[in-house]
């Protein structure tokens, strides 16, 4: 299945016991909060961490991801009741109804084509209020990150809360035109082995500060690492923060 751990329950609990709160969770939350009460959109939401994050710290948040099994287990975590929760891609957002936009844990890799990305970036716009900001995080592919998703070097062991381990590698099996297609193994203590393929598309800052130009975005700051460390720091990220002006370009 592709990206199964976003879309498979099994994988889903792996996923969200393999990855709690962390420094990425407080960037953007930090970058959240320099909008007090603000209104936030959390597209890409996941199981939900950061959203609920959001909700407990005081704003107003409403989640979106297209996959139904995440949103299941955001759904199920204690204050869930604090964010609106909406199955659905970048389509489904409300004009004008949000100050701050954030797409975490690398979803704006997940936009393969310049088409797609052109458009998630202009449903985000239509959005924000004038003057609205978005933040996301993608990887810097100077870095060439997954050079070390190897099965050795990737290796994860994950304990479930029913006290099973999952031992989860990453094999890359081709990088083409700036996309790189990996297979996840995810091996169960109990003898079952489930696999998760995807594609993540890794953009230039030449290419970030081009696209959200032509989407009506004025970049305010691309950092390179999770401290707000300049571009080409040694956690291989480009961390965007940018605010729509009044109307997109053509």
Same mark, same amino acid.
């Given at each position: 299945?592709?990206?199964?751990?976003?879309?498979?329950?099994?994988?889903?609990?792996?996923?969200?016991?393999?990855?709690?709160?962390?420094?990425?969770?407080?960037?953007?939350?930090?970058?959240?909060?320099?909008?007090?009460?603000?209104?936030?959109?959390?597209?890409?939401?996941?199981?939900?961490?950061?959203?609920?994050?959001?909700?407990?710290?005081?704003?107003?948040?409403?989640?979106?991801?297209?996959? #139904?099994?995440?949103?299941?287990?955001? #759904?199920?975590?204690?204050?869930?009741?604090?964010?609106?929760?909406?199955?659905?891609?970048?389509?489904?957002?409300?004009?004008?109804?949000?100050?701050?936009?954030?797409?975490?844990?690398?979803?704006?890799?997940?936009?393969?084509?310049?088409?797609?990305?052109?458009?998630?970036?202009?449903?985000?716009?239509?959005?924000?209020?004038?003057?609205?900001?978005?933040?996301?995080?993608?990887?810097?592919?100077?870095?060439?990150?997954?050079?070390?998703?190897?099965?050795?070097?990737?290796?994860?062991?994950? #304990?479930?809360?029913?006290?099973?381990?999952?031992?989860?590698?990453?094999?890359?099996?081709?990088?083409?035109?700036?996309?790189?297609?990996?297979?996840?193994?995810?091996?169960?203590?109990?003898?079952?082995?489930?696999?998760?393929?995807?594609?993540?598309?890794?953009?230039?800052?030449?290419?970030? #500060?081009?696209?959200?130009?032509?989407?009506?975005?004025?970049?305010?700051?691309?950092?390179?690492?999770?401290?707000?460390?300049?571009?080409?720091?040694?956690?291989?990220?480009?961390?965007?923060?940018?605010?729509?002006?009044?109307?997109?370009?053509?």
């Amino acid at each position: 299945m592709r990206h199964a751990e976003f879309n498979d329950p099994a994988l889903v609990m792996v996923y969200d016991a393999a990855f709690g709160w962390s420094r990425d969770d407080d960037f953007f939350l930090s970058v959240v909060n320099e909008t007090p009460a603000a209104r936030v959109i959390d597209l890409g939401c996941g199981t939900g961490r950061l959203a609920l994050g959001m909700a407990t710290a005081g704003h107003t948040v409403t989640a979106v991801d297209p996959a #139904r099994a995440s949103l299941a287990a955001a #759904r199920a975590k204690p204050g869930a009741d604090r964010v609106t929760w909406i199955e659905g891609t970048s389509a489904v957002l409300p004009e004008g109804a949000f100050d701050v936009a954030v797409m975490t844990s690398h979803v704006a890799q997940f936009f393969l084509t310049d088409e797609e990305w052109r458009q998630a970036l202009a449903d985000l716009h239509r959005a924000l209020v004038p003057g609205g900001r978005l933040t996301f995080d993608t990887r810097d592919p100077r870095a060439r990150g997954w050079e070390r998703w190897s099965p050795a070097d990737s290796r994860r062991e994950v #304990r479930l809360p029913d006290g099973r381990q999952v031992t989860a590698t990453t094999e890359v099996n081709a990088v083409v035109q700036g996309i790189v297609s990996f297979t996840i193994y995810y091996a169960f203590s109990d003898g079952t082995l489930q696999l998760s393929s995807g594609d993540l598309r890794f953009r230039t800052e030449g290419e970030l #500060r081009s696209s959200l130009r032509a989407a009506g975005y004025a970049v305010e700051q691309i950092y390179g690492g999770w401290n707000r460390e300049p571009v080409g720091a040694d956690d291989g990220e480009f961390l965007v923060i940018a605010r729509a002006s009044p109307s997109p370009r053509a």
